[in-house]
């Protein structure tokens, strides 16, 4: 209530107005703070509360547009108070995103933290002396920056870290405060996460293109007509990010980044596009579930990964496969035991706690006994009683070879090289090559091929050349007389077909190019593949020069099999 006005000179229309709003807003902070009390695993448990707190949201959000003259004069309505709904809106979506990984509600997000920038929701906040308000703003930025990679609006991004770097320096400088550190920290993290593709394609006047690498219509190259594949689909992926010193932002490593874009379609806007502040629709999905479900792990305990594993293969539907991505330091054994069995290997690293930062303390105890912060290859044994598809992005993927098939299930592992040259070593900070290779192939390819940058055409020719290779290779493998029925049971799903191809392409560059000698630079496989017919075929070796003739590498590679033996 304003100025000497008392309760009493307010009409009784605008009074309830007022309360409403009050109620509204009370309501709608209790279930936002709720939100953070429910399991974070599981389909079924959270969608009723959500829904609810969608309801509120949405009556907040309209009842402030239509009383806004009311609650300005009455209430003393704030435009940061308005930008902080929105804010919550925007977080909302993000969530609804993280929980059903239909990437259509990025958008959605993307929209309402839009709007708070332009219209300046938080523009007054900077005159008010009350740092908890700045902060406010500081976060929204964050998040706002988080979704904006998402979606790769990289432009977008850069006037976002410049504006949020700005921010910081005011904040900073205004009030006397200990999070200083804790936002430079954020904002070099976002830099080097902006930075970390090793290849950018240029535009004639040298401006960088925003190339996506979600899955695409007609990028997944089709069965052949009347060929028989599994008609398994990926239904869950758990993706877990554990290495040390790679470049993350917000609990996103760029490995991690990067692998659940290859697991979702390039998003669409929600069929509902009328002016998007007014209506807050998450119930208007899409007819079927366009991506996997996914969990997304950063530096998980075993506690944590095996509670995410069992609650994803609780609820896998029938005729569905869990991949489970892991990118994770390697864990030695320490000992050498007579008989080898799936915990004989080591593994990789899983967090000690959720204090250590980076997990690097790894205990050594008598040499009999396994390491316990470390998921080994049998811890995975029980879940191969359903469909299981595992990468392994380590320096000891190879302890996973040592899988035995218990159950009869489709089971494939795509095991990353173990090491590497050292000019690929150097680069490691900014993602792994074998994961790049699963997300991008010609980024990866290129990135080995030592460019920097490539001519937006040249890039387009290469992945057209790049889709006919894909082509041959899917039918090198459905028509290998040799290969084990585990590929091909997979085949069928479109994300695994293309994962399945590009681990093909990756693992035959890789030992065509000069510089990959050793076969522990290798990626390899479980159950093996049948080399001759797919990763040392002739007619792919032969496309593999073609491509680096037209990058205008061909010296890097071998030109002939026998010259490299």
Known sequence: MTGAETEDDIPLGERKTVTDFCYLLDKSK????????????????????????????????????????????????????????????????????????????????????????????????????????????????????????????????????????????????????????????????????????????????????????????????????????????????????????????????????????????????????????????????????????????????FSQLFTFLSASFKELPANSVLLVYLSATGVFPTGHSDYEGPYDFGGVLTNTNRDVVNGETVQKRNQAQKEMHCLHPGDLLPFTRKPLFVIVDSSNSTAYKNFTNLFGQPLVCLLSPTVYPKSVQDQSQRGSLFTLFLYSPLLAFSSICGLNSIRRGLWERAQEFLRKVFRDIGQMITRSRTIDQAFLQFFGDEFLRLLLIRFVFCSAALRLHKLFRESRSFPESYPELPKQDTVESTLLQKHILELATMLDVPSLFWDNAMESY
Not at 127 to 148: G, M, N, Q, S, W
Not at 243 to 271: G, H, W
């Open 30 to 301: 209790q279930l936002f703070n709720g939100l953070r009390d429910l399991p974070q695993y599981g389909h079924k448990q959270w969608q009723s509360y959500f829904g609810r707190t969608f309801d509120v949201y949405t009556k907040l959000w309209k009842f402030q547009q239509q009383h806004r003259q009311v609650l300005d004069s009455r209430y003393g309505l704030k435009r940061w108070q308005i930008g902080e709904v929105a804010s919550k809106i925007g977080q909302l979506y993000y969530h609804y995103y993280l929980r059903t990984s239909e990437t259509s509600y990025l958008n959605e997000a993307f929209s309402f933290y839009s709007a708070i920038r332009q219209r300046s929701y938080y523009f007054q906040v900077n005159k008010e002396d009350r740092p908890e308000l700045v902060v406010k703003k500081l976060r929204y930025y964050a998040r706002y920056i988080v979704v904006c990679l998402l979606l790769n609006k990289m432009d977008l991004v850069k006037v976002l870290v410049k504006e949020l770097s700005e921010e910081i320096e005011d904040y900073t400088q205004r009030f006397n405060t200990e999070d200083q550190l804790e936002w430079n920290l954020v904002l070099q993290e976002v830099a080097a996460f902006v930075e970390a593709d090793p290849v950018v394609v240029l535009n004639d006047n040298n401006s960088v293109v925003v190339t996506s690498n979600r899955l695409q219509e007609g990028s997944v190259p089709p069965l052949e007509q009347g060929m028989v594949v599994g008609q398994l689909a990926l239904a869950d992926a758990l993706i877990i990010g554990n290495c040390n010193n790679q470049v993350k932002f917000s609990e996103l490593t760029i490995d991690m980044f990067r692998m659940l874009q290859a697991l979702e379609r390039e998003p669409v806007n929600l069929a509902t596009q009328t002016s998007k502040q007014g209506t807050l629709e998450p119930n208007e999905k899409p007819a079927k579930r366009e991506n996997p479900h996914k969990y997304l792990l950063y530096k998980p305990t």
